[in-house]
Every structure is written in structure tokens, then in C-alpha cells.
T-cell receptor, first 113, second 113 residues
């Protein structure tokens, strides 16, 4: 049973650099979600895809953030010109169309120096 | 807007003690409610869920009842174990054209032997 996988698990970068994270959802799941979790907080929604269409974006997703799911399978989240405030755990989740029960990956921890 | 409020932690209990973690919510429409658990170094795992009023979700000895009149979904366990030490998140999904989850801030549970 393959769950949601994310790579890399950890990323350390310098301020101003670009970073890209990858998420591989559970294969039969149509929906894919990105969340951000900072220390001591619950996950906050960033965006989600249904198949290859990006259907909702949070206002947390500034124009430095872009997400894609080109073939409706894996997804990438890119952060351009990283800032120290971007340091967080980035979580990916996937779900079938019905029910909306989301399965989470282990996350990518980003540290911006 | 929609929100979830959880009791602040940490909660420290002795093994075999009774556990209650309070969760209340504010939502438009009729949300589904979830409890997720996050063990150290791991991703979020779905613990239990309830999709309509008066439903009781249960798993691994944990229970929570969807109370619409008090907008609550408190998590309970009759006898905790050291292995239950983790962070517990309450979440809701409002099925009104969006599938995102809204999470509480999490409650850390520490169980002492």
C-alpha cells in the first residue's frame, strides 16, 4: 500500500533562492492538496487540484508561490525568492472525489537561512 | 469565517488515565469533522471522522461525537497509553464548493508511564 510521498524531506536554502518540492499522491486519488504548517500551529490550506486543474488558491499563496499538477498525477510546489518567513513544513495530501477524506504525506521541512 | 478551536496543550496524563481534548467549531453549512494524530517525525494520520450530527467516530479506543447543538467534537479515550503521546488536530471540511480542511492549532498529549 503506497501512501502519499514527498521529496525532499528536508530542504535548507539561502534567502532569495528558489526551491521546488514534489508530491506523489495515492495513485487513484483525483484531488491533491498543499498545506503549510508552522511550529505550534495546525496546517493551513494553500491550494488544491482536481486532476490537473488548480481549483482553489488561498490568499496565503503569494505570487512567489506556484503549484502545478501537469498530468493529474504528481504535483510540484515552487517558491521563488525565498524569505525567512517561508520556513515551515509543507504538507501534501490527496483524496478521492468521494469521500473527501485526505491522506497526508510526511511533509517537506523548509529552512530558509 | 469557518474556524476550529482546540484546547491548549500540553496535556500531561499518567498511563491509564481518561483523556478529553476539547474541540469546537464555527462553520457555515454542514461540515464533516475529523481528528488527526501526528506522531513525532511523522505526517498526519486520520484517527476518526464524523460526517453528520450525532455521528460517533471511533478508532483505536478513541471516540468523538459530532454535537451540532454545541458545535463540538471532543476527543475521548478511556485509558491512555504511553504510545498515545502525540499531537492531535481537530479539523473540519465545509462542503460548500471547497474541499479544503480547516485545522485547529493542535493539542500535544504526553502520557507518562
Amino acid at each position: 500500500d503506497t501512501g502519499v510521498s514527498q521529496n525532499p524531506r528536508h530542504k535548507i536554502t539561502k534567502r532569495g533562492q528558489n526551491v521546488t518540492f514534489r508530491c506523489d499522491p495515492i495513485s487513484e486519488h483525483n484531488r491533491l492538496y498543499w498545506y503549510r504548517q508552522t511550529l505550534g500551529q495546525g496546517p493551513e490550506f494553500l491550494t488544491y487540484f482536481q486532476n490537473e486543474a488548480q481549483l482553489e488558491k488561498s490568499r496565503l499563496l503569494s505570487d512567489r508561490f506556484s503549484a502545478e499538477r501537469p498530468k493529474g498525477s504528481f504535483s510540484t510546489l515552487e517558491i521563488q525568492r525565498t524569505e525567512q518567513g517561508d520556513s515551515a513544513m509543507y504538507l501534501c495530501a490527496s483524496s478521492p472525489l468521494v469521500p473527501n477524506e485526505q491522506f497526508f504525506g510526511p511533509g517537506t521541512r523548509l529552512t530558509v537561512l | 469565517g469557518d474556524s476550529v478551536t482546540q484546547m491548549e496543550g500540553p496535556v500531561t496524563l499518567s498511563e491509564e488515565a481518561f483523556l478529553t481534548i476539547n474541540c469546537t467549531y464555527t462553520a457555515t453549512g454542514y461540515p464533516s469533522l475529523f481528528w488527526y494524530v501526528q506522531y513525532p517525525g511523522e505526517g498526519l494520520q486520520l484517527l476518526l471522522k464524523a460526517t453528520k450530527a450525532d455521528d460517533k467516530g471511533s478508532n483505536k479506543g478513541f471516540e468523538a461525537t459530532y454535537r451540532k447543538e454545541t458545535t463540538s467534537f471532543h476527543l475521548e479515550k478511556g485509558s491512555v497509553q504511553v504510545s498515545d503521546s502525540a499531537v492531535y488536530f481537530c479539523a473540519l471540511s465545509v462542503a460548500l464548493g471547497t474541499y479544503k480542511y480547516i485545522f485547529g492549532t493542535g493539542t500535544r498529549l504526553k502520557v507518562l508511564a
